[in-house]
């Protein structure tokens, strides 16, 4: 029978990222996204956490190394949304895009809308088919498989 594994999914700066590898067998990654460094270590027991690096969900790390099997979620909660798009690099862009969108509306002579606009990116569920989603997966420069998979990472994770 083949031993089961426990997947620890890590992620910190490239450095000491490096230095928690330094002797790890089973490892997926690494993989840097703006300046952070993400890997999973297979093992067969638990590990401690090594200094300088923090942990993450298991799912995250699978849809960050491209190991995903899923449907995708038609919607995810605010909080995930923000903590998908964080852990993935893109929350400031994100952010900035949806405050320049607000900005235009405002110039625009749209107030209201771009008071929705703001409220919807602070406190909305974010569903898969709106089309701001579109709009900021053009600006982020995400394919449709990289917005798919960042709706599955962001459906994995609670608190």
Not at 18 to 33: E, K, R
Not at 56 to 71: A, C, E, F, N, T
Not at 109 to 138: C, H, N, Q, Y
Not at 145 to 155: E, G, K, M, P, V
């Amino acid at each position: 029978m083949s031993e089961a594994l426990i997947d620890h999914a890590w992620y910190g700066p490239p450095a000491a990222m490096a230095a928690a590898l330094v002797g790890q067998v089973n490892v997926i990654g690494p993989l840097v996204l703006d300046g952070v460094a993400y890997a999973t270590v297979r093992a067969p027991e638990p590990l401690p956490l090594p200094p300088g690096v923090l942990t993450m969900g298991p799912q995250l790390s699978r849809v960050l190394h491209g190991s995903w099997m899923g449907d995708v979620p038609p919607e995810v909660t605010n909080f995930q949304a923000h903590t998908a798009l964080h852990h993935a690099g893109l929350f400031d862009g994100a952010a900035a895009a949806v405050e320049a969108k607000a900005a235009a509306m405002e110039e625009a002579g749209d107030t209201l809308g771009a008071v929705t606009l703001r409220e919807a990116w602070d406190k909305a569920s974010f569903m898969r088919a709106s089309p701001l989603i579109a709009d900021l997966a053009v600006g982020l420069q995400l394919t449709e498989q990289q917005l798919d998979d960042l709706f599955r990472a962001a459906a994995a994770i609670s608190v």
